[in-house]
């Protein structure tokens, strides 16, 4: 079974940067994760709903950036590794949230309701 592993969430200052990382595992080694799942991130504060952050699909060479990230965040991918990083930059106090990335099947992606499998959540938090 398809397991994705967040990691690299943390507390950070105003203006800081995280990079988090997304692992895909559970298939063989010849098997290209990414070129059948779009990847997206995700993020939900307290009391609020879950909203779509980015998402990436090398299938489609396409990229998604939420209003509120663009020009801050950049997603990317590392195929051989089957994993995916945001790239969290100038990070605002309304950043603070769970951050979860999900896999979606190309070349779905679009609604949240299409994403199959989901990671565990890391917690970032932007705050002097």
């Known amino acids: 079974q398809v397991q994705l592993v967040e990691s690299g969430g943390g507390l950070v200052q105003p203006g800081g940067s995280l990079r988090l990382s997304c692992a895909a595992s559970?298939?063989?080694?010849?098997?290209?994760?990414?070129?059948?799942?779009?990847i997206g991130w995700f993020r939900q504060a307290p009391g609020k709903e879950r909203e779509g952050v980015s998402s990436?699909?090398?299938?489609?060479?396409?990229?998604y950036y939420a209003d509120s990230v663009k020009g801050r965040f950049t997603i990317s991918r590392d195929d051989a590794k089957n994993t995916v990083y945001l790239q969290m930059n100038s990070l605002k106090s309304e950043d603070t949230a769970v951050y979860y990335c999900?896999?979606?099947?190309?070349?779905?992606?679009?609604?949240?309701?299409?994403?199959?499998?989901w990671g565990q959540g890391t917690q970032v938090t932007v705050s002097s």
């Open positions: 999900a896999a979606a099947p190309v070349p779905l992606g679009r609604l949240i309701t299409e994403y199959d499998y």
């Open positions: 559970g298939f063989t080694l010849d098997y290209h994760f990414l070129d059948y799942y779009v």
């Open positions: 990436i699909s090398s299938s489609e060479g396409s990229t």
